[in-house]
Structures are given as structure tokens and as C-alpha cells.
T-cell receptor
Framework: NAGVTQTPKFRVLKTGQSMTLLCAQD?????MYWYRQDPGMGLRLIHY???????AKGEVPDGYNVSRLKKQNFLLGLESAAPSQTSVYFC????????????FGPGTRLTVL | KNQVEQSPQSLIILEGKNCTLQ??????????LRWYKQDTGRGPVSLTI?????NTKSNGRYTATLDADTKQSSLHITASQLSDSASYIC?????????FGAGTRLTVKP
């Protein structure tokens, strides 16, 4: 039972390059989230999904796209990376919205040069 | 302005001592408040969750309190251990969204 896993753990990109971050969960949770964490700031929600085939924008969605083709996977894409997207990205899952606990992945550290 | 403010930003204590971390929020309507522990290089892990009607919740040496009237919460750590060194994040939910505080960085020294 791996819980929530993220791939890759680290990545360095040049400005303008694209990449996809993968989040996988084996807890059969409906809700999945992508956050970014920057120094001195709280985690900020990028996009989220309330079930397979659905996605929605969070607080800071610009420059990112997501897909939830399978219930267990939530992909975060950067089409044209910018230095402002240098951050640590966390995926989280939740069984039901509200009181259910969110389970976080280990994070992906992305640097855009 | 962040709707969840935590203090202090950082704190250093000696092993075995107690400490209290603060969280003030303006999120409304209030649904629940969670405290998370985040070890360096890891994702956050839930410690406690409280709803409007709960004013205290314990998890081992961690005790969270909530005053919904003043919109304040605290996390008290008793008999600190080196493994308590981490960031502690307060998260307040309204009916739809979760708002994260910036966290308090706690360092426990031997």
C-alpha cells in the first residue's frame, strides 16, 4: 500500500520547456489536489479533481493544466515553464470533501532556470 | 492578506520543553480546522482536526485548542522530542475551500 506517490522527485527545466508531474494513489479516493509550496507562504491550490474525468481550477491555475483520465492518477502539466513556477509541488488525496483527512505525497521539487 | 496567520514564524526550544504555536484566522464560514506536521522534504501529515463544536483535541503529546468566537487556535506540544522538529501548518476550511497558513518552523535542540 504505497498511499500517494509522486513522480519525479526532482526536476530542473529551462524556461519554455514542458513537463508532466504524475500523482498516483492506491486509496481509491475520489478527490485529488495539486498544490504548490513556496517559502514563507502557505500551500496554494493549483487545480483539483472531484472524480475521474473531472477537473477544476484552484487559487493559482495559470500556466498549468491537469487531467484525471483514471481515478488513481492525477497529472499536472506545465506547457511552457517559467522561473516563477520554481516551487515544490504536492499532490493530495481525500476520500470525501469536508472532514476527511487529506493525504499528501512526498512532493516534487521543480527548478526552472 | 492571508486568511490564516500563524505565529511565531520560527521557534527554537530545548528537548523536553513545552511550546505553544498560534493560529489566527478570518475564514468564514468556518467548517473545520486542522493542524498538520511537515517534516523537511516530506508532505504534510495530519495531527488533529476540530469542528466548530470541539474546543480541544489531543493526539499523543500534541493538544490543539480552538476558540471559534475569537477565531484562534493553538497547538501545544508537551515534553518535546528531537523528532518534533518540523513545520506545523494550520489549515482552516470553509464549506468549499481549505486555506493554509504559512506554518511555524519548530527546531528542537538537545
Amino acid at each position: 500500500n504505497a498511499g500517494v506517490t509522486q513522480t519525479p522527485k526532482f526536476r530542473v527545466l529551462k524556461t519554455g520547456q514542458s513537463m508532466t508531474l504524475l500523482c498516483a494513489q492506491d486509496m481509491n479516493h475520489e478527490y485529488m489536489y495539486w498544490y504548490r509550496q513556496d517559502p514563507g507562504m502557505g500551500l496554494r491550490l493549483i487545480h483539483y479533481s472531484v472524480g475521474e474525468g473531472t477537473t477544476a481550477k484552484g487559487e493559482v491555475p495559470d500556466g498549468y493544466n491537469v487531467s484525471r483520465l483514471k481515478k488513481q492518477n492525477f497529472l499536472l502539466g506545465l506547457e511552457s515553464a517559467a522561473p516563477s513556477q520554481t516551487s515544490v509541488y504536492f499532490c493530495a488525496t481525500q476520500g470525501r470533501a469536508g472532514r476527511d483527512e487529506q493525504f499528501f505525497g512526498p512532493g516534487t521539487r521543480l527548478t526552472v532556470l | 492578506k492571508n486568511q490564516v496567520e500563524q505565529s511565531p514564524q520560527s521557534l527554537i526550544i530545548l528537548e523536553g520543553k513545552n511550546c505553544t504555536l498560534q493560529c489566527n484566522y478570518t475564514v468564514s464560514p468556518f467548517s473545520n480546522l486542522r493542524w498538520y506536521k511537515q517534516d523537511t522534504g516530506r508532505g504534510p501529515v495530519s495531527l488533529t482536526i476540530m469542528t466548530f463544536s470541539e474546543n480541544t483535541k489531543s493526539n499523543g503529546r500534541y493538544t490543539a485548542t480552538l476558540d471559534a468566537d475569537t477565531k484562534q487556535s493553538s497547538l501545544h506540544i508537551t515534553a518535546s522530542q528531537l523528532s518534533d522538529s518540523a513545520s506545523y501548518i494550520c489549515v482552516v476550511s470553509d464549506n468549499n475551500d481549505m486555506r493554509f497558513g504559512a506554518g511555524t518552523r519548530l527546531t528542537v535542540k538537545p
